[in-house]
């Protein structure tokens, strides 16, 4: 479904990433993992196109998006919840989740959130008259998770959801990858800090190293060697 | 009692004049960041607008239609001043985001090439525009007579901000533009036609301008260089109200309009505006960000 080969991109005259090649299957929960500085993000921007790409190719269900603007990425179905989250902090949380149906690919236009983006977040409702940017860090990551899939997309990029979020909303947004994975609509691709965290809901996993991918494997195959080789700092 | 009376309705009349100035640049400036000298030139191409509206209404059309050109006058400056917008931002505009002195000088230079553009149409000396006869004289108020035109331009400033107010903050449109100018890279990943927002708001701040110039007509007689004498009074207001906010924009036209006036009254007119400059200047230091700063937790970090 989502084929990246051989991707080569980076910022001014830096390059970041000299050679990854990855693919996201339908209905998989792909981890991507690495240690800090490693180009996790950098790689996440350059699927969603943030990041133009010097050389390799991007591919999405058959679509070649290798120098498609963001907006495109996101009509074809990629729902992106970005690091930092990244909501809009002086429009409401009823307005932010309405920017989020501009890239959905209904028919007629829709003009109602879906049930489905909120269902997963019963917190969010009660909160839609106020500002974005005056919630909380976790309440703002669940936003950005209903954006996200307001648009009903077939993949959904994940960089680093739980960071700086308290135990308890961790644990909801664990749940939350692992109710979106037993729907089996939508795929993930996750980048996270935590073992443990994606050790409980990832099928598949990439090591990031120095712009590249130095190891893939399952979930058997994530072994104490390699996480000691590639994750221990 | 006439004179206060008179002296609060004057400054009541230049604070709108100045808003309706100001509100097409807080769109261009205050949401967009764009440094736009041409600003001043969108006013006079309203201007000229109205100007040929009149002229058209008095070759073409039978006398009695005369007096209602101006109420069609309005959407056609509009119109007018939004098109040139639309063709400034996709010709030029759009490259320069994110260089504010590189606008500044291009935009400058533009307002100049249309001042030219006026002058060799319609010729360097001034024309006049005749005001349509319902906005003759004036009703009397507590003494004082308030002239119907006056009256017409607050009202006019009033129906633009409410009209404004409704596209900004209650349409779809209005929605993906704050959406853009708030995060452009995330409205952008959430599928939002980031160039396509940023033509049509330059072009309706733009349109907002010709609206401006189409009011000044009222006022007096337009030249080519119109825009220049109101282009600095116009980033003046979007500056001290705060940029970015529609509320911070009509404070700081009310406050600058209103102490004009009054400091005229007490001095004289080239004293009276150092006055409100100082005061400007002043209060700046005071509070950097203008009347309203925009505050929240995502902003603070």
Known sequence: MLAVQQLEAGYGESVILRNVTLRVEPGQVVCLLGRNGVGKTTLMKSIMGLLKARRGAVAYNGHELTKAAPGRRARSGIGYVPQGREIFGQLTVYENILVGLEASREKKAVRSIPEEAIAKFPVLPAMYSRRGGDLSGGQQQQLAFARALASKPDLLLLDEPCEGIQPSIVDDIRDVIRSIKADGKTSILLVEQSLDFVKSVGDYFYVLEKGAIAWEGGFEDLSDEVIKKYLTV | ?301
Request: charged letters at 10%; a positive charge.
């Open chain 2, 1 to 301: 009692m006439e004179v206060i009376t008179l002296q609060l309705f004057n400054g009541l009349s230049v604070s709108s004049i100045l808003l309706l100035i100001a509100l097409g640049l807080a769109i261009t400036f205050g949401l967009m960041k764009v440094i736009n000298m041409a600003h001043g030139e969108l006013i006079m191409i309203g201007a000229y607008s109205t100007y040929l509206t009149q002229n058209i209404f008095n070759d073409y059309l039978p006398k009695s239609m005369f007096d209602w050109y101006f109420a069609l006058s309005i959407p056609v400056s509009f119109l007018i001043a939004f098109l040139f917008g639309l063709i400034l931002e996709m010709s030029l505009i759009r490259f320069l985001y994110g260089r504010p002195l590189d606008s500044l000088l291009a935009t400058w230079g533009v307002g100049l090439v249309l001042q030219q553009l006026a002058r060799s149409i319609f010729g360097a000396p001034n024309v006049a525009v005749t005001s349509p006869s319902w906005l003759d004289g004036g009703v009397t108020f507590l003494g004082a007579v308030l002239p119907y035109k006056r009256l017409f331009i607050i009202g006019l400033v009033a129906l633009t901000l409410l009209a404004m107010y409704f596209y900004i903050y209650r349409s779809l449109e209005g929605r993906r533009m704050r959406a853009v100018m708030q995060n452009r890279d995330m409205a952008a990943c959430l599928g939002v036609s980031t160039r396509r927002v940023d033509a049509m708001t330059f072009a309706i701040g733009s349109g907002i301008g010709g609206i401006a110039g189409c009011a000044l007509t009222l006022l007096g007689p337009i030249g080519p260089s119109l825009g220049t004498y109101y282009i600095v009074d116009a980033f003046m207001v979007v500056v001290l109200g705060g940029v970015g906010k529609l509320v911070g924009t009509v404070l700081g036209a009310l406050g600058i309009g209103v102490f004009n006036t009054m400091f005229e009254y007490w001095t004289n007119a080239s004293l009276g505006k150092v006055l409100v400059f100082l005061c400007i200047v002043a209060f700046l230091q005071w509070r950097p960000m203008g009347f309203v700063a925009m505050r929240s937790r995502s902003l603070d970090s």
